[in-house]
T-cell receptor, first 111, second 111 residues
Framework: DVKVTQSSRYLVKRTGEKVFLECVQD?????MFWYRQDPGLGLRLIYF???????EKGDIPEGYSVSREKKERFSLILESASTNQTSMYLC??????????FGDGTRLSIL | RKEVEQDPGPFNVPEGATVAFNCTYS??????FFWYRQDCRKEPKLLMS???SGNEDGRFTAQLNRASQYISLLIRDSKLSDSATYLC????????????FGRGTSLIVHP
């Protein structure tokens, strides 16, 4: 079974803090993704990565950065958290020509 | 025009009913298609892939109509536990192979 592990289920941070969300997959797949999901807006792609040290912007990269130093780990960074980044964050991994598998999600609240 | 469109619903059906959802996509070159199920406050989980010839998994049937550019999901003999949001996913909808998610269709099965 595919396992995608996100470091926190719930997280509360303050405006202006630097926030790290971690994601680890155990399938040795190249492709990893970060989404946010908000009511009525569906899943929106923030960043994705096809390989170690490689990253590509998704639809809404502003205010975020990512890091992929190892194949199994893809980190999302909120450089200076703002209240409009309160959301559910979902990490996914994907093998070639295969469907995505998601982590449990992180509910992030920025106060 | 949105790349992947779904009727948000909600579809309210009694137990035992048959219900069908459609999902339209804009790029005729799209290559692979999936249905995901998402329960409230949980991550999306793969329900089934959609093959050109159509495919069935128990009470669930998925079909692809390339000529009209839509996929469908049919649920027979609905159970209370089928209540969820159903997301369609299209690879290649936006002209790249990055998966594009629909915003989901909400299904409520009542006694």
């Amino acid at each position: 079974d595919v396992k995608v592990t996100q470091s926190s289920r719930y997280l509360v941070k303050r405006t202006g803090e630097k926030v790290f969300l971690e994601c680890v997959q155990d399938m040795d797949h190249e492709n990893m993704f970060w989404y946010r999901q908000d009511p009525g807006l569906g899943l929106r792609l923030i960043y994705f990565s096809y390989d170690v040290k490689m990253k590509e912007k998704g639809d809404i990269p502003e205010g975020y950065s990512v890091s992929r130093e190892k194949k199994e780990r893809f980190s999302l960074i909120l450089e200076s958290a703002s209240t409009n980044q309160t959301s559910m964050y979902l990490c996914a991994e994907e093998g070639a020509s295969q469907p995505q598998h998601f982590g449990d999600g992180t509910r992030l609240s920025i106060l | 025009r949105k790349e992947v469109e779904q009727d948000p619903g909600p579809f309210n059906v009694p137990e035992g009913a048959t219900v069908a959802f459609n999902c339209t996509y804009s790029n005729s070159a799209s290559q692979s298609f999936f249905w995901y199920r998402q329960d409230c406050r949980k991550e999306p989980k793969l329900l089934m892939s959609v093959y050109s010839s159509g495919n069935e998994d128990g009470r669930f049937t998925a079909q692809l109509n390339r000529a009209s550019q839509y996929i469908s999901l049919l649920i027979r003999d609905s159970k209370l536990s089928d209540s969820a949001t159903y997301l369609c996913v299209v690879n290649g909808a936006g002209g790249s192979y990055i998966p594009t998610f629909g915003r989901g269709t909400s299904l409520i099965v009542h006694p």
